[in-house]
């Protein structure tokens, strides 16, 4: 109990990006079909048009990485009192935050791209909180 306490900042942001990603991830999978119809029509008239089968696959896998070692992170972080994966966690979110970023800005979804500046404030927290 105590050293959930002691990390209480780190746990609750872990327990954010955990939510996050696996619950994006899971979506993606569960409902493949009508996410890579949504971003057909989303990147239509982008270079990256072509691509969206495997910009999908891609963002897919990254997001699942991210969900499970923040996963594991927190299980490590709090029971072992180990950060590393933790930090690896934070790391990949964060990355994960960028492409998605990236793909609003190609998009020109100026609204999208904000709401994923508010997910990658916490998650950059995160990093410089887990920095050894």
């Not at 959930?4 to 939510?19: K, Q």
């Not at 971003?39 to 699942?64: C, R």
């Amino acid at each position: 109990m105590e050293n959930i306490l002691n990390n209480a900042t780190v746990t609750l942001l872990l327990l954010f990006l955990i939510i996050t990603f696996l619950q994006s991830g899971l979506d993606k999978l569960i409902d493949w079909k009508g996410n890579l119809s949504w971003l057909k029509g989303h990147f239509a008239q982008t270079p990256l048009k072509n691509l969206v089968p495997l910009l999908l696959s891609t963002i897919l896998v990254i997001e699942i990485l991210a969900g499970v070692l923040c996963t594991i992170g927190l299980c490590l972080l709090l029971f072992f009192d180990d950060p590393k994966i933790a930090f690896y966690g934070a790391i990949v979110s964060c990355m994960a935050l960028l492409m998605l970023l990236f793909g609003q800005r190609i998009a020109k979804d100026y609204d999208g791209a904000r709401t994923i500046a508010v997910y990658f404030v916490p998650a950059i927290f995160l990093v410089f909180l887990l920095q050894t």
